[in-house]
């Protein structure tokens, strides 16, 4: 290209933006797609999570769905796969029932259909054995106690991971008697 007075000048350098404005040089997309690939870098992260992320830095909904797809397609998002890794690092790992995954994961913006999906791998052996090591650790913990605060203290910890009434009763008692302690407590179920 040449001015007026036939002088050569540079073309001008296309915008990366994609004309969404900005400063010259500023590429949304790939801002974003870099934020994702640090974020994802750290921990794994579900769908929802990058999006929030991604829309609470100001990226336009259009440059978010462009990279999430991207990223899905490339096989670096995969809310199923996080989700049966989450189930089975914190059910083994913490040892939270079914109900208190599913609570988790929805929170993480899993949809309810993967939830379901992923919380359904663990059997109801699965958590009641889970549920039965947890209890025995309590107990195992509070044997200076009384008899009512070792059960009181067994089943908080039992709820607060999210055991039903009825089987936490029941592995509580059921502990406490191979203990050889005698208990009387009641399924609050019935």
Do not use: N
């Not at 990058?50 to 990223?71: D, H, I, M, P, Y």
Request: glycine fraction near 10%.
């Amino acid at each position: 290209m040449s001015d007026a007075g036939g002088v050569p000048q540079e073309a001008p350098e296309p915008d990366p933006s994609g004309g969404q404005g900005g400063p010259p040089g500023e590429d949304p997309e790939a801002k974003a797609r870099g934020l994702c690939l640090r974020v994802l870098t750290h921990s794994p992260r579900t769908r929802a999570q990058l999006e929030r992320a991604l829309l609470r830095r100001g990226f336009e909904e259009e440059v978010v769905a462009s990279v999430l797809g991207t990223f899905s397609e490339a096989g670096l998002i995969d809310d199923r796969l996080f989700a049966e890794a989450w189930v089975s690092s914190r059910h083994h790992g913490r040892r939270l029932s079914r109900k208190a995954l599913a609570r988790e994961l929805r929170t993480r913006g899993i949809e309810e259909e993967t939830v379901r999906e992923a919380v359904d791998g663990l059997s109801d052996e699965d958590e009641e054995e889970a549920a039965r090591d947890l209890a025995r650790r309590s107990l195992r913990g509070s044997r200076s106690k009384d008899e009512q605060t070792r059960v009181r203290r067994a089943l908080s910890v039992l709820a607060r991971r999210g055991y039903s009434a009825g089987l936490s009763y029941r592995v509580v008692r059921e502990e406490l008697e191979a203990e050889g302690v005698d208990v009387e407590l009641h399924d609050p179920d019935l």
